[in-house]
């Protein structure tokens, strides 16, 4: 009995032993990540971003109201390299939630179709003069990007109706005619904006676009602007926009990871294209089989879209795309948010002189950051992208505005009755 109590207290001591150095090397290891994490913290490479404001008091109280953009930015270490900070977040940031969404799919008049994305959580409880923010995703994407769910869910924490649109063909929908999208085509964009603003007539609307989203975003803008119509919009955002698509494609064409990115974007935009290979393939102009092997944007676009939009070359195309043109007709109150170290919106395409003339736009360029990167913000590596607080503290002053104005309307229209 006695050498089976020794055994058994001898177990049982071995087992408290043992339990106690696993708490110890527990310990030691959590406190060596903490130690860890706050010297990594400690080097972060910060800098202030550079600000560009058109000449407009407006503006710039509305950049005041914004003190997220203007904070110092703090690369996430180890990731402050352009195509670390590209790559990463492209396969490995994830929306902080599961987005679900209701999908609408939306004919137009040349018997094509878009679809937008509505937000199912929460939607239905928001005020009807909620602000409505539309997002247009980057090249061949849409509402299940990780870049855009963040945005819905940010938006929505800070009360906005988000809606995802997406181009024909992006995020599952249908392409229903032989025609494809562009960075120059804004006719989807011009009938769903009538039709959103009819339906919220008495919400603040907003866009936000990035990347080709942000592209014809602007265009749509300027063009408007140029019209001499008052804006639909009554602010927008626009992020990592490739602004001149000739430079843009030329820093791609030159350069070894340019290549990569134009490669795999080609690769996106052939997945889009694979289900409706069929129905090109009698386009008069469309070359479907080079379309369906295209190997870089470049490709796609010389096989495909300039051909379905009446461009001689893919360089006309180009030329006749970028939506620095169009920014000294925009009238909408616009925020741009580049990174300087943008392997495809690269910075030599940054507009900065146009944006410097209009009253109405403001630019931030951080000095990192990647292509839709960012990754210096709460929650790092895999929380929201930088610019997202402070575009929505941008959008929350303009609804500031609106409804300061709407104010002050009512209040003349009491007085002289």
């Not at 020794?6 to 406190?31: E, K, P, Q, R, W």
């Not at 990594?40 to 509305?62: F, M, N, W």
């Not at 694979?274 to 393939?281: C, E, I, S």
């Amino acid at each position: 009995m006695k050498s089976s109590a020794v055994i058994v207290y001898g177990l049982g001591f071995a087992a408290v032993a043992a339990a106690a150095a696993t708490f110890t090397a527990s310990t030691l290891l959590l406190s060596l990540l903490a130690a860890l994490t706050a010297w990594l913290d400690s080097h972060r490479s910060a800098a202030a971003p550079e600000v560009i404001v058109g000449a407009s008091e407006v503006t710039r109280r509305r950049l005041e109201a914004s003190p997220a953009l203007l904070e110092r930015y703090r690369a996430f270490p180890g990731l402050r390299n352009p195509h670390f900070a590209t790559i990463f977040p492209s396969f490995l940031r994830a929306a902080p939630q599961s987005v679900a969404y209701r999908r609408e799919c939306v004919r137009m008049a040349d018997g094509g179709h878009v679809t937008l994305d509505w937000p199912l959580e929460r939607s239905e409880a928001l005020p009807e003069d909620a602000p409505l923010l539309l997002l247009l995703s980057g090249i061949a994407g849409g509402s299940a990007d990780s870049y855009v769910q963040h945005m819905v869910v940010d938006a929505r924490r800070a009360g906005y109706r988000a809606v995802a649109f997406n181009s024909r063909g992006c995020a599952g929908g249908p392409i229903t005619v032989p025609q494809f999208y562009s960075a120059s085509w804004t006719g989807d964009l011009r009938e769903v904006v009538p039709l959103l603003r009819a339906r919220h007539p008495s919400a603040p609307f907003f866009a936000c676009g990035w990347s080709l989203g942000a592209n014809i975003l602007v265009n749509f803008l300027g063009e408007e602007g140029a019209k001499g119509h008052p804006p639909i919009l009554q602010g927008a955002v626009s992020l990592c926009n490739p602004f001149d698509l000739v430079t843009c494609d030329a820093a791609l064409e030159s350069t070894f990871m340019g290549r990569i990115y134009s490669r795999s974007m080609g690769a996106g935009l052939r997945r889009v294209f694979a289900p409706h290979a069929a129905l090109f393939a009698e386009h008069p102009s469309v070359d479907a089989s080079g379309t369906a092997a295209a190997q870089s944007v470049r490709q796609f676009d010389e096989c495909m879209t300039r051909r379905t939009f009446g461009f001689d070359s893919v360089d006309a195309y180009y030329r006749a795309s970028g939506s620095r043109y169009r920014l000294s007709h925009v009238n909408t109150p616009l925020l741009c948010v580049q990174a300087a170290d943008d392997p495809i919106a690269v910075d030599q395409a940054v507009p900065r002189e146009e944006i410097a003339n209009n009253p109405h736009a403001a630019l931030i360029v951080t000095p990192s950051g990647g292509h839709l990167g960012w990754i210096a913000a709460e929650g790092d590596p895999f929380g929201s992208p930088w610019p997202y607080r402070g575009a929505l503290q941008w959008l929350d002053a303009r609804v500031v505005e609106l409804r300061a104005d709407a104010g002050t309307g009512l209040k003349s229209m009491a007085v002289s009755s």
